[in-house]
């Protein structure tokens, strides 16, 4: 059976910086896309990063670029997020996800499985 965990989120001010982190089991961790999406309440989930099974390739949305970084240890089946001059707007609970593919994650949103989320509040 396939658990995520994510940990590292908190209350951090504007201009802070949070480290999540995401510990799967129960999975070949290598073989799969791992990715951050986030959800405030009463908005949609957004995809936030996605990074490829060799760690090689990454995605971001546009208004985390040069701020986010998304790594993974697949040592340690775990995935990060390093979260860099936070804005009150990345306020969310972020969670993780596996997919089989980059495409499936980052364009239609189809995962095979998902954390539990971890809440990021950021105050101005």
């Known amino acids: 059976q396939v658990q995520l965990v994510e940990s590292g989120g908190g209350l951090v001010q504007a201009g802070g910086s949070l480290r999540l982190s995401c510990a799967a089991s129960?999975?070949?961790?290598?073989?799969?896309?791992m990715g951050w999406f986030r959800q405030d309440p009463g908005k949609e989930r957004e995809f936030v990063a996605a990074?490829?099974?060799?760690?090689?390739?990454?995605y971001y949305r546009n208004s985390v670029k040069g701020r986010f970084t998304i790594s993974r240890d697949n040592a340690k089946n775990t995935v990060y997020l390093q979260m860099n001059g936070l804005k009150p707007e990345d306020t969310a609970n972020y969670f993780c996800?596996?997919?089989?593919?980059?495409?499936?994650?980052?364009?239609?949103?189809?995962?095979?499985?998902w954390g539990q989320g971890t809440q990021v509040t950021v105050s101005s």
């Open positions: 996800a596996v997919a089989s593919s980059m495409r499936s994650m980052t364009v239609r949103y189809e995962c095979d499985y």
């Open positions: 129960g999975l070949t961790f290598s073989n799969y896309v």
């Open positions: 990074i490829g099974g060799s760690g090689a390739v990454t």
